[in-house]
């Protein structure tokens, strides 16, 4: 399955869920139009509890590139959560 299939489920089931999550698009366009900093992850989702989880979708076997790597690593030490999710079920094993 292709990744922004992976993501369209992620957002499906959070949505359900009743959390908020906003699609976060990173790098460059060929309008003069700023989206989100390279390596940024794809997914943001507000919990219940008011903490934030960031999510990278990938493909089964995909890794994120070092750019993404070094942004959750920004990300982790500021306190937030970051994960790696390749289908929904990654999700429920955090958002449940």
């Known amino acids: 399955?292709?990744?922004?299939?992976?993501?369209?489920?992620?957002?499906?089931y959070?949505?359900?869920q009743g959390y908020l999550v906003f699609r976060?698009?990173?790098?460059?366009?060929?309008y003069n139009v700023r989206l989100a900093?390279?390596?940024?992850?794809?997914l943001l989702c507000i919990?219940?509890?008011?903490?934030?989880l960031w999510i990278e979708v990938k493909q089964p076997g995909k890794?994120?590139?070092?750019v993404q790597v070094e942004f959750h690593k920004k990300l982790i030490a500021?306190?937030?959560r970051v994960i790696?999710?390749?289908?929904v079920e990654d999700i429920k094993k955090v958002a449940d």
């Open 37 to 42: 900093p390279p390596g940024t992850p794809d």
């Open 1 to 12: 399955m292709i990744e922004s299939e992976i993501q369209k489920q992620i957002i499906k």
């Open 47 to 52: 919990m219940d509890n008011g903490k934030s």
């Open 14 to 16: 959070l949505e359900l």
């Open 24 to 30: 976060m698009n990173a790098g460059k366009t060929r």
């Open 78 to 80: 500021s306190g937030h």
């Open 63 to 66: 890794k994120p590139t070092p």
């Open 84 to 87: 790696v999710a390749c289908s």
